[in-house]
């Protein structure tokens, strides 16, 4: 599937328009700032707007770096007039705190029947199936990779953003797995059976180092769960298969695999559109060739 998809390559140099905002001069923040907007990672989250986002859409907003600089490129456009009557659904505290930094209207997403669009970061995804893994960095506050995958799960059209060392087969790393605190301990060591020898099970703490237990302050979410940290120490080969090896442990709510095919992936300054095998349920076709 992979080879099929075409690659558009944007310049590697990006500048930055002075008409946008009037700045003092030089200062820490505005170096900071320019810096972020002439990053590969800000253009993926410009072009993503650009090429997706239109007036009177309801918008899933995304978490994560680029998530953020889309989330602030969505405001500019608000107030310069270029967007109108957007309302966003938040996928975590952290993107409603941005976007209302950025002054874009929120709703709940359990009030919301439709979400047009929804973009967001991704920690790392699988070449060819488009498979990918939420969740990884540590959560802030009241995060839900639950709420996240809620929004994901039934906006009409979906775009991840990723850096391009982060879109690859053999995928490493960890899986976060959402569990029932009152039998964690049990749930870690079925999941651990499960996959000996290839992983090692870790809770996640709320602060403090990570360990097999967790230590004295595990992590407790927004839904009253804990997260376990399924750490592969060899490549993955399936993520698809992880993921169904999971969901039929006792005590396991929910994990950071997403399955979801998504429209396209923003890929750095790349763009990569990704055709699906079958038209979009709810779209009828896809309209991003």
């Given at each position: 599937m992979a080879s099929?998809?075409?690659h558009l390559h944007f310049p590697v140099t990006w500048k930055s328009n002075p008409r946008i905002r009037k700045r003092k001069p030089a200062t820490a923040t505005?170096?900071?700032c320019s810096l972020s907007e002439a990053s590969p990672l800000f253009r993926a989250a410009k072009h993503t707007v650009d090429t997706f986002v239109k007036s009177g859409m309801v918008i899933g907003l995304?978490?994560?770096?680029a998530s953020g600089m889309a989330i602030e490129y969505l405001g500019r456009q608000l107030r310069a007039g270029a967007l109108k009557d957007l309302v966003g659904i938040p996928t975590s505290v952290v993107s409603a705190s941005e976007a209302a930094k950025a002054?874009?209207?929120?709703?709940?997403?359990?009030?919301?029947?439709q979400i047009d669009f929804a973009f967001d970061d991704v920690d790392i995804i699988e070449e060819g199936t488009l498979i990918s893994v939420i969740g990884r960095r540590r959560l802030q506050g009241e995060e839900s990779i639950i709420q996240e995958k809620l929004v994901?799960?039934?906006?009409?059209?979906?775009?991840f953003m990723v850096k391009e060392d982060l879109y690859k087969c053999g995928l490493e790393g960890s899986i976060p797995v959402l569990v029932e605190s009152l039998n964690w301990l049990e749930t870690a060591e079925e999941i651990d059976d499960l996959f000996l020898g290839d992983a090692e099970v870790w809770r996640r703490p709320s602060v403090g180092h990570a360990g097999p237990l967790g230590g004295d302050f595990p992590l407790v979410t927004t839904e009253g769960h804990n997260v376990l940290d399924v750490i592969f120490t060899s490549p993955i080969a399936s993520l698809a298969e992880v993921a169904n090896s999971l969901e039929?442990?006792?005590?396991v709510v929910d994990?950071?695999?997403v399955s979801k095919f998504p429209d396209?992936?923003?890929v750095q300054a790349r763009i990569s559109c990704c055709i699906p095998p079958h038209p979009h349920p709810k779209s009828g076709q896809n309209k991003h060739m």
């Open positions: 099929a998809i075409p505005a170096t900071a995304g978490s994560g770096q002054g874009i209207p929120l709703g709940e997403y359990e009030n919301s029947s994901l799960s039934i906006a009409d059209q979906l775009v039929k442990v006792d005590g994990h950071g695999v396209a992936l923003t």
